[in-house]
């Protein structure tokens, strides 16, 4: 018998899912939106910008808590992530990549329980680049 390999379950680390998109801005351009207070909002939660370090705890005003444990300006930041109606903890990578000129920004999150909760995050972290885009590209305008 043959086994199905379900779509985002790894060998050890749980399920996974990761959403990329590309922006027509430099690296440190799109990394100074996503870690100012309308940019952490968008991907995080409502956070205070000075609270966000490595090595610190965080706690968002929706619940959402963690451990900031690498953060690499213009490169990466990798935090555990649980809302407060999870009973585990995820992990979640965001990496700002350069392109020529412009900036790809890529979630990643690993450690998710099930299927569920993969599809979950992946409506989440859909909506969170949504949420990005619009923050960071105003109507009317073709650059950030």
Known sequence: MEKTKLV???KNAGFQ???RKTFPAPVETVWSFL???TGLTAW???ISVENFESGKLYKTEEGIEGTVNVLIPNSHVRLTWKPKYWTNT?????????????ATISFHQDKLL??????EMKKHWDAVIKKIENGMIKPGKTSV
Do not use: H, N, W
């Open 8 to 10: 985002g379950k790894t």
């Open 17 to 19: 899912i990761g959403v």
């Open 35 to 37: 870690f100012s207070e």
């Open 44 to 46: 995080l939660g409502k």
């Open 90 to 102: 995820s992990a979640v990578q965001l990496r700002v990549i350069p392109s020529k000129g412009r």
């Open 114 to 119: 099930d299927d569920g909760q993969r599809s």
